[in-house]
C-alpha cells in the first residue's frame, strides 16, 4: 500500500486547511485510516482516524474542530477548522491492516499556523 498526501501549508489563527490521503495498491486490506503529527520537540500524536466500519476518533484537542472523512475506502481527507498555533506539526497520512504488523505511512506535510 502506498499512501499520497496533498494539503496543509499556511493558515492564520482561526483559519481552515484540508489535508487529503489517497492511498493505491492492496487497498482493500485497510482498516483504519487517518492522520497522526507531530510537533517540534513533541512525540507525534494520533490526531484522527477513520475505520473501515464507519467509526471515527480524534484527539480530544480537536473534537468539534476537525472532521476525518472516508471515500471509496482509499482515501482520507481531514477538514481542519479553527485552526491554533499549537496545531503547527508536521501531518502523516498513514493506514493499518490487520493482516500486516506495521501501518503504512504517507510523506509528511507541514501545517503551520501563524498570523
Known amino acids: 500500500v502506498q499512501l499520497q498526501a496533498s494539503g496543509g501549508g499556511l493558515a492564520q489563527p482561526g483559519g481552515s486547511l484540508r489535508l487529503s490521503c489517497l492511498a493505491s495498491?492492496?487497498?482493500?486490506?485497510?482498516?483504519?485510516m487517518g492522520w497522526y503529527r507531530q510537533a517540534p520537540g513533541k512525540q507525534r500524536e494520533l490526531v484522527a482516524a477513520?475505520?473501515?466500519?464507519?467509526?471515527t476518533n480524534y484527539v480530544v484537542s480537536v473534537k468539534g474542530l476537525f472532521t476525518i472523512s472516508r471515500a471509496n475506502d482509499n482515501m482520507v481527507v481531514l477538514q481542519m477548522n479553527s485552526l491554533k498555533p499549537e496545531d503547527t506539526a508536521v501531518y502523516y497520512c498513514y493506514a493499518d491492516s490487520p493482516t500486516e504488523p506495521e501501518a503504512y505511512w504517507g510523506q509528511g506535510t507541514l501545517v503551520t499556523v501563524s498570523s
Open positions: 495498491g492492496m487497498t482493500s486490506a485497510i482498516n483504519a
Open positions: 477513520s475505520l473501515r466500519n464507519g467509526l
